[in-house]
């Protein structure tokens, strides 16, 4: 199930396994699952779905595009993208160049109703949408049963059944944090959680479905930074801490894994749709910011552990 981008994707969801890990007795079935250490004395913010879409929490205005530096013609930053329900603002925050960075290629892609990553939890959840006029109708599912026969079939996009599309990574904590040498290389296994009921109205066992979403770990992976990194800014302020991750939500650099890992927790979050926590790793001289993002977390995702930055000791301002 899922539709792929690129030939290393394919095999990271043969790694995955998707025929052979099922959830018993329920309904969804899931490829990947993994244990999650939590971190306590971290500052916690939650998206919840009465709130979608409303502007529940804005932060002080930065001054500043969060990415480049840029000073001129600032516009608000969602920490959580709107079209995934986001709710926490953060005021003169991006530039344009860098907010058509952040938002056309990177949250465009996976927003995007017809093939991105989180397009069918957004149909299905109805979150948020710019335009919504252009929400889809119906969508296709081209679904290929064992012998090599192709169908097409076109629903309604309201019934596409419900998946959520995520990654973990081969380690779990990012590089930084193992003294690891930074990577352009993305190890690690696609990620997906599906209502099988739902799906079995239109497919039979051992049918592939395709037509859920196109992920790319590399894009994926930006979005998720993005989102640590403007969380990081709102609640510490830039000036406290040295960022890791411009370059990478630009981008600049591949080293994504250098500053993000991914794991499954066993249960699913029931408190909100998405969870952030975000804190000071005070193992580490001086201590790194650390944020998880977990989003669509009451259905069991992934959570992601990034390393935003590290503290500046030369600025005085209260942390
Ligand atoms: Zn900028």
Request: glycine share 10%; net charge positive.
């Amino acid at each position: 199930m899922g539709r792929f981008v690129g030939n290393y994707i394919l095999d990271l969801a043969r790694r995955c396994g998707v025929e052979s890990m099922r959830f018993s007795a329920a309904s969804w079935r899931c490829v990947i699952s993994s244990s999650l250490c939590c971190s306590s004395g971290f500052r916690a913010m939650a998206v919840f779905l009465d709130g979608l879409g409303k502007r529940v929490k804005i932060f002080d205005p930065v001054g500043f595009c969060i990415y480049c530096g840029a000073k001129d013609n600032l516009g608000e930053e969602h920490i959580i993208p709107l079209g995934l329900g986001g709710n926490l603002i953060l005021p003169a925050a991006s530039c344009p160049t860098c907010s058509d960075i952040t938002g056309r290629q990177v949250e465009g892609a996976i927003l995007n109703a017809y093939w991105g990553a989180h397009g069918v939890p957004r149909l299905r959840l109805n979150l948020p949408t710019r335009n919504p006029k252009k929400r889809p109708k119906k969508r296709s599912l081209k679904i290929m049963s064992p012998n090599g026969e192709v169908r097409t079939i076109t629903i309604s996009a309201t019934d596409i059944p419900l998946a959520f599309l995520g990654m973990t990574t081969e380690h779990h904590r990012p590089g930084i944090l193992r003294g690891a040498e930074p990577t352009d290389r993305f190890r690690g296994a696609f990620w997906l959680k599906y209502n099988d009921q739902e799906l079995r109205k239109y497919a039979k066992p051992g049918e592939t479905v395709e037509g859920i979403g196109k992920f790319n770990p590399f894009t994926y992976g930006r979005m998720i930074c993005k989102i640590a990194h403007a969380l990081a800014t709102a609640e510490y302020g830039a000036e406290s801490f040295k960022p890791f991750l411009p370059d990478v939500i630009l981008g600049k650099s591949s080293h994504l894994t250098h500053y993000l890992g991914a794991q499954v927790s066993p249960a699913p979050d029931l408190q909100g749709l998405h969870n952030l926590h975000i804190g000071w790793l005070e193992t580490a001289v001086p201590p790194y910011l650390v944020a998880y993002v977990r989003l669509f977390c009451n259905y069991g995702t992934p959570d992601y552990m990034i390393v935003v930055g590290q503290r500046r000791l030369d600025v005085a301002r209260p942390l």
